[in-house]
């Protein structure tokens, strides 16, 4: 029997953190350290990712978010997309907008068309970014405030595309630190006002600045390294993490998250970890 596969119902992001219902994935199954893109990989380039064990943590995840409520559609992994698990970096959802991002490296650019015709097959609206880049994983919202990464990857013309698409709402940009790949790579807004923030990878401009609308859980180089920003919460203060990262997961246990670990460790030695991996569709906000 052929497995019928699932259909986007819903676009609705407003928040990092209202309870997940429908996301994005595409597994592990040509993941490999080749052209390094950040320091992480450097690091791991000579070992290299474990395929086999790879594919297991992130059945396990996939798994996990299906246990917890979220549907999960799964796009078919492509041989020469070795990047392709990092699925929040090609497109996301602002509100009921639907935008496919622009890849800055051509390794990845073939991502946003898959995406693409994913779209076009179930003809659901979406928005792009003409004339400049922007990836997913440097686009945080909170409500009527969306945080924009300003990296190597993401240029200031995507934010201006994005203030005249949102003129009712703060559209904030946040330089980061040339060694920083993406915003969630050091900020993450978790509910009830706290922020995961790793400092040193920003400038204390745009750290005064978030500093007025949060309450920091700072980490520190060793946990940035290890993704602890890079968490995923899915509703009702859980929060899915790396067991490695037991510091931060002890702090939000005791401001009252239910931290969920997950086993991840081959998926972030390329550079990312369990936000990196997922593209939200529908979360609510009832």
């Given at each position: 029997?052929?497995?019928k596969?699932?259909?986007?119902?819903?676009?609705?992001?407003q928040?990092e953190?209202?309870?997940?219902?429908?996301?994005i994935?595409?597994?592990?199954?040509?993941?490999?350290?080749?052209?390094v893109?950040?320091?992480?990989?450097?690091?791991?380039?000579?070992?290299?990712?474990?395929?086999?064990?790879?594919?297991?943590?992130?059945?396990?995840f996939i798994?996990?978010?299906?246990?917890h409520?979220?549907?999960?559609?799964?796009?078919?992994?492509?041989?020469?997309?070795?990047?392709?698990?990092?699925?929040?970096?090609?497109?996301f959802?602002?509100?009921?907008h639907?935008?496919?991002?622009?890849?800055?490296?051509?390794?990845?650019?073939?991502?946003?068309?898959i995406?693409?015709?994913?779209?076009?097959?179930?003809?659901?609206n979406?928005?792009?970014?003409?004339?400049?880049?922007?990836?997913?994983?440097?686009?945080?919202?909170?409500?009527?405030?969306?945080?924009?990464?300003?990296?190597?990857?993401?240029?200031?013309a995507?934010?201006?595309?994005?203030?005249e698409?949102f003129?009712?709402?703060?559209?904030?940009?946040?330089?980061?630190?040339?060694?920083?790949?993406?915003?969630?790579?050091?900020l993450?807004?978790?509910?009830?006002?706290?922020?995961?923030?790793?400092?040193?990878?920003?400038?204390?401009?745009?750290?005064?600045?978030?500093?007025?609308?949060?309450?920091?859980?700072?980490?520190?180089?060793?946990?940035?390294?290890?993704?602890?920003?890079?968490?995923?919460?899915?509703?009702?203060?859980?929060?899915?993490?790396?067991?490695?990262?037991?510091?931060?997961n002890?702090?939000?246990t005791?401001?009252?998250?239910?931290?969920?670990?997950?086993?991840?460790?081959?998926?972030?030695?390329?550079?990312?970890?369990?936000?990196?991996c997922?593209?939200?569709?529908f979360?609510?906000?009832?």
């Open positions: 029997m052929v497995k596969e699932k259909e986007i119902t819903a676009i609705h992001c928040n953190y209202d309870p997940l219902h429908q996301v994935v595409v597994p592990p199954d040509y993941m490999k350290i080749t052209t893109i950040n320091e992480t990989q450097a690091y791991y380039a000579k070992d290299n990712i474990n395929i086999n064990k790879a594919m297991e943590q992130h059945a396990l798994k996990t978010l299906e246990d409520g979220s549907k999960v559609i799964v796009l078919p992994p492509k041989s020469d997309l070795n990047e392709q698990v990092f699925t929040r970096d090609i497109g959802v602002l509100h009921d639907f935008f496919i991002a622009t890849m800055k490296r051509d390794i990845r650019k073939a991502e946003s068309s995406l693409k015709n994913r779209l076009d097959a179930g003809q659901l979406y928005h792009t970014f003409p004339g400049t880049t922007i990836e997913g994983g440097d686009v945080i919202i909170d409500n009527n405030h969306i945080w924009i990464g300003l990296s190597q990857r993401t240029e200031q995507a934010v201006h595309y994005l203030r698409q003129p009712h709402m703060e559209v904030t940009a946040i330089p980061l630190q040339e060694n920083i790949l993406h915003l969630d790579c050091t993450n807004i978790l509910e009830d006002k706290h922020a995961l923030i790793y400092l040193d990878g920003i400038s204390k401009d745009a750290y005064h600045l978030l500093k007025k609308h949060y309450t920091f859980i700072e980490v520190t180089r060793e946990e940035q390294f290890h993704m602890a920003p890079n968490v995923l919460s899915i509703g009702n203060k859980k929060i899915i993490s790396l067991p490695e990262n037991k510091r931060v002890d702090i939000l005791k401001l009252g998250y239910h931290i969920i670990e997950v086993p991840f460790s081959e998926i972030i030695k390329s550079g990312g970890s369990f936000r990196c997922t593209l939200p569709l979360r609510d906000h009832s």
